[in-house]
């Protein structure tokens, strides 16, 4: 990517993200998210030798960590689409003060959930999974105390990945991804198949992992010198409340878009606990395979964040829907053939897992329908919104979203599951709905150009 000053513009403009720039952008990026889903898929497959119990425990809790994480994982979107406007400025001063704010907020909201969730762990996880069986129950709780201790670390983590992307610099975050990867998957043949501790080996694993991964982003971004921005000087907290509020003007509707999403889907969820824990099994297992369908399209999106960010900073707005464009053909062709990847392999895939065969049944069952609404929808419902959030739109992506999750994806889970008694499959089948609902918003948004009008610095 080059960044030219044109002679009596206003700002700099982007004279190109050639094919080159992209791929080193979006390659270490599709291979990061292959990495992240690998870890998730090797804690469940490492967790099934244990039994059913384990896994479905394991699934409850990863679905609450998800809704509990989200605020600063959304704030380091925000603080990703101020900083990458500040880099299409050509202003690395102001970028990495962005920067530090950025650090500072998700620290401080991380610690305040988890000095929230630990005393109130068993309620919380009795509250969205009331009727589950009791050795699940006990393997959820024991999973959840371990997590909630990575808050703090996956939230630095998070934030410094996010600064890296939005700078150009995917690669180092792959290369810790992949550290990260080994050693979450050595910790779990470790404390489960040698010192036999079980769901609490899983989640030591995830939480070793996750400190030395944040350890390592936050210790090069303040030591190392040569990037666009650094963190030099982070001990002494200077909070610059305009930057702040750049950030939180992406990052509050992009929390409170995900918070929506989670808490609906937590409520779908709760409907497979009606149908006993061969449906629960069935669609944490569905669920695990079908997170490697959502890798491209993820690191699709991330880049969208990052090329739409500094065009838009740049002032450069024919770019920015070129970009778009380019990326979101590209999504479509990737998410097209490993969703027929996963379709035409399914078999040996949930085989991987030791299901009961009416859970295996399910979770076939349930992959159909997703591999078929995914093709269709994904890629215009949960890519193409990074290109809005990037150019300061993350207002209309939070109202779109929630009104697609309210009005289809859980009222058509029940109505489909309850009243039309299709069981289960219900659920996925309402997924799909949401998917085309919401991408049909989004498209409508994006090619109409009420976004070109938004500012976020």
């Known amino acids: 990517m080059k960044i030219v000053s044109k002679p009596g513009a206003p700002a700099p403009l982007i004279e190109r993200w050639d094919n080159k ?24 497959i490492m967790v099934s030798s244990i039994g059913e119990f384990a896994i479905s425990g394991v699934n409850i809790i990863d679905n609450i960590n998800n809704l509990l994480i989200i605020a600063f994982t959304a704030l380091s979107t925000g603080g990703a689409v101020v900083v990458s406007q500040y880099i299409g400025r050509q202003d690395e001063k102001n970028a990495s003060i962005a920067a530090r704010q950025l650090v500072y907020i998700t620290s401080a909201v991380s610690l305040l959930i988890m000095g929230i969730i630990l005393p109130f762990r068993g309620f919380i996880t009795w509250l969205f999974y009331g009727n589950v069986a009791p050795d699940v129950m006990d393997a959820a709780t024991v999973y959840f105390l371990i997590t909630a201790l990575s808050y703090p670390f996956l939230a630095v983590y998070n934030a410094c ?8 610099n995917s690669r180092i975050t792959m290369r810790v991804a992949l550290l990260v990867n080994v050693m979450n998957i050595g910790g779990n043949g470790l404390f489960i198949f040698v010192l036999h501790i079980g769901v609490a080996g899983a989640a030591l694993a995830t939480l070793i992992s996750r400190i030395v991964a944040a350890v390592i982003l936050l210790g090069l971004l303040v030591f190392k010198r040569g990037y666009p921005i650094n963190l030099a000087n982070l001990g002494a907290v200077k909070v610059v409340r305009s930057t702040v509020r750049s950030i939180l003007n992406v990052g509050i509707p992009s929390a409170l878009e995900s918070s929506m999403f989670q808490i609906g889907r937590l409520l779908t969820q709760r409907i497979f606990t009606d149908f006993g824990t061969a449906a629960f099994a069935g669609n944490a297992v569905a669920g695990v395979i079908n997170a490697f369908s959502f890798m491209p399209g993820m690191a699709y999106g991330m880049a969208l964040l990052t090329v739409v960010g500094q065009c838009v900073g740049a002032g450069d707005y024919q770019s920015a829907k070129k970009y778009t464009a380019r990326i979101m053909k590209v999504t479509y062709l990737t998410i097209f053939l490993v969703n027929l990847s996963i379709y035409i392999g399914m078999e040996p895939l949930v085989s991987l897992f030791r299901l009961s065969p009416e859970a295996h049944d399910m ?37 779109a979203a929630t009104v697609s999750m309210w009005t289809v994806r859980v009222s058509a889970a029940y109505l489909l599951t309850y009243v039309l008694k299709i069981g289960p499959v219900g659920v996925w089948i309402a997924m799909g709905g949401d998917f085309l609902v919401r991408g049909a918003c989004y ?11 938004k500012k976020v610095i």
């Not at 720039?21 to 090797?42: F, N």
């Open 161 to 168: 990945g996010a600064l890296f992307r939005a700078v150009g």
């Open 21 to 44: 720039a992209l791929v080193r952008l979006i390659g270490p990026l599709i291979i990061e998210q292959v990495l992240t889903v690998t870890m998730g898929a090797a804690d469940t």
């Open 443 to 453: 498209l409508r948004r994006w090619l109409g150009g009420r976004w070109q009008e």
């Open 363 to 399: 979770a076939k069952r349930f992959l159909q329908v997703h591999c078929i609404s995914m093709v269709i929808g994904w890629g215009m419902s949960f890519a193409l919104p990074n290109a809005l959030r990037a150019a300061g739109d993350a207002r209309f992506v939070m109202i």
